[in-house]
């Protein structure tokens, strides 16, 4: 089953995965930028048996799972593990959560609780979409379970509170939007001393109202419309965490301001497209190796441990697939973007991609303007002069396990 929201709605689609109780996943996927179609916002919904057992979106940082733990005061366990197996077969936030309860950090209850509010979360957005497309394939029931969850009373329950989000608008537009205190002592003769104290220590501009619900153990509803009055008054302002001066449309990703030379590494055995893209990067001021062997890409990627990586999925002896999923087991990526290149078809591909832990991924063919915004998106540019010093490091690398790339150029590679 597959299809676009202008066909049919979220609401619907659960209700028809519960109705023949299926059991596989719903991916869903929203162009933020309909005219270049890079800036995108992903979903993914896992079933059994027409019930939903997790979800998530394409944030694969643990970023959400941290808040989460934050409540428990178990932040900092996520530093101390060891990426699972079970990360590279499934959301890799799912397999950390595994973990944490495997080793006894989380209780059950706790993990229950987690799940709840990830899946409420997740449905919060999806049930608040008018565009996009979607795919549903049948398939295995995510491995190990720990709850499942009833679709028609969550549907419902959730409907009413994005009814009811409607009527913020629009001095809140966004979950995304931080909080700033302006008038601080007016609040403090309003609100009773702990909200203030909570309101006073979360309130920077850098904490979402979704996070604040996150750590309160609340639905991002009623954290709302607690301080809905107080942003009518003026009181407290909302921004976005990036850039408040410029609030980027919700959900937009916006790179963190970086200085230095930025490195990329990118992993395609296309030896003519590896030397386009190399030099064009290079010409753009980064730092860059392209690779047209896989295995020996590995080696260069734990010496040089680049700011992103970019790896192409069909490759002989090792894919794109096997390549991400070592990665992200290993502590020194956990947090670099990975972005995978994809086929013009390959939907199906994307969700793969996206359940090995990769960040995002790029359409096959492409040009050198596409290459460039995705590049800036998760490192930002870089300057014009690029570090001596960096690029000979890459290159001694490169000469120390034998790669070659000679070839002629492409504009747009594929």
Known sequence: MQGTLSEIDI???LQLIELGQRTGYLEVQAFRDSKFRVAEQ????????????YAADSDSSLSRLRDYLRRYRL??????LYVPAIATTNAPEYGYLWTLLETHVLTPAQGRNIIQSMVQETLFDLLSLHQGSFVFEIGPALAPQLTTLEIGPLVTQIMKQVQEWKQFHPHIQSPEQCPVLVESSLLQQKLPARTFRILESWAD??????QLARYLNRQIHPVAKAIYPYIKKGWVQLVYPSNPSTNPAPGEFTAEAKTGTHSVV????????CKAVEQTLKQHGYAVSAISDPLKALSLVFQMKPDLILCDIIMPELDGFEICAMLRRSTAFRQTPIVMLTGKDGFI???KARMVGATDYLT?????????MLVEKYIGKSNNDVT?????LIDALEEEIGLTNNSDLNVSWS
Do not use: Y
């Not at 932040?75 to 101390?80: G, M, T």
């Not at 501009?205 to 979704?210: A, M």
């Not at 001596?388 to 000979?392: G, P, S, V």
């Open 75 to 80: 932040d900092s366990a996520v530093d101390q």
């Open 42 to 53: 992903f979903w993914i919904v896992f079933f059994l048996n027409g019930q939903i057992a």
């Open 11 to 13: 609401r619907s689609i």
């Open 364 to 372: 096959k063919p492409f040009g050198e303007g596409e290459l460039l």
């Open 388 to 392: 001596k010093a960096t690029q000979l």
């Open 349 to 351: 591909d994307r969700v």
């Open 266 to 273: 990118f992993i395609d055995d296309g030896i003519a497209t």
């Open 205 to 210: 501009g850098q904490n979402s109202l979704r």
